[in-house]
């Protein structure tokens, strides 16, 4: 009998605990703790199930941080993100505000709604049965904002008040005359009729022109003495008389030869010349907005009695703001 039950002691059951050579921790039954050796296997399913659940308690509080930490710095970057978002909305908005300011000082705002008007005029007028007619010419309502700013400033000319002389200049838009008025001997730049019949904007460039040379007071800036603003018959620019440009100053009179027939002159009277340009676009690049001139050519440049030079014709100058770097588009001859 004792050999028997000495033989049913060794037999092993599905969930007795195997010996280990090594000492740890077994799990106990409920109601009795024992200290044994370290068994690999355990006792009962709810042994297993009291295990498992040990083993995430340790794991899930440094989970749960890691995943705050990196919501905080989500959110800390969401909220530099907003900030430079309305920072450039806030700039935006104050470049809009300087932009609106500029155009209604400068008349062009005026401008703009008299333009949209015709516009919704001429889309009403052609949903009519009659044929269509040519759209009349406003040019003294365009240009009504800069001839109160010519009567205001006391530059504004009436035409009887110019004697026309002769010729001495021809370009692709207008005739130069030497002219008088009031005693003085004046430059009269007459702009071709033809140039305001057959272009749409050719009233905004003459204005843009006229408003640009009103607004320079340099040495070396062609003086504006007046403007006749009733185009397309009388659409002129006065500005005082000089008779020599810095191509006939450098190449002599006519068409530039391939041999020269006037000597060149010295190398320190060029760069006083070259140095005298550069000041004068300074003062026009300090602007603001800035002026481009965009058509600098020898040809443009005039000089006075004592050789001192101006720069003339601004009919190809553009605005620039701040916040712009470059413009493209039409541009003078290449000389």
């Known amino acids: 009998m004792n050999v028997s039950g000495a033989i049913q002691q060794k037999k092993a059951t599905p969930f007795s605990p195997r010996q280990s050579t090594t000492t740890s921790l077994c799990p106990a039954k409920q109601g009795r703790t024992t200290t044994t050796k370290s068994c690999s296997w355990c006792k009962g399913l709810n042994d297993c199930m009291v295990m498992g659940s040990i083993v995430p308690q340790h794991e899930q509080p440094q989970n749960l941080e890691q995943q705050v930490a990196e919501l905080e710095k989500e959110l800390q970057k969401q909220k530099e993100l907003r900030a430079l978002y309305r920072l450039k909305l806030e700039r935006t908005q104050d470049y809009l505000r300087y932009c609106l300011q500029m155009a209604q000082d400068n008349g062009f705002l005026d401008l703009l709604i008299n333009i949209k008007e015709n516009q919704q005029e001429c889309l009403l007028s052609s949903s009519t049965t009659s044929p269509p007619m040519p759209p009349l010419m406003k040019h003294r309502s365009d240009l009504a904002p800069l001839i109160d700013q010519a009567k205001m400033n006391g530059w504004h000319i009436e035409p009887h008040e110019i004697e026309l002389h002769e010729k001495v200049a021809q370009g692709s838009t207008a005739d130069v005359y030497k002219g008088t008025w009031r005693g003085l001997d004046v430059a009269v730049k007459c702009i071709y009729p033809d140039f305001f019949n057959s272009n749409d904007n050719g009233v905004n460039f003459f204005a843009q022109e006229v408003e640009t040379l009103s607004k320079q007071r340099h040495c070396f800036v062609l003086q504006l003495m007046g ?101 493209t588009g039409e541009t003078g001859k290449d000389y």
């Not at 000089?242 to 391939?258: A, D, I, N």
């Not at 006083?272 to 004068?280: P, S």
């Not at 002026?291 to 601004?314: E, G, Q, T, Y």
């Open 227 to 327: 403007a006749c603003l009733n185009p397309p018959d009388h659409g002129w620019i006065v500005t005082e008389f000089l008779s020599m440009t810095l191509k006939e100053w450098l190449h002599g009179p006519g068409r530039r030869q391939r041999e020269r027939i006037v000597p060149l002159p010295q190398l320190e009277e060029r760069l006083a010349k070259a140095l005298e340009i550069a000041q004068a676009m300074q003062y026009l690049h300090d602007h603001k907005p800035k002026v481009i001139h965009r058509d600098l050519k020898p040809s443009n440049i005039f000089l006075d009695d004592a050789l001192r030079v101006r720069v003339a014709d601004f009919g190809h100058a553009r605005f620039l703001s701040e916040g712009e770097k470059a413009l």
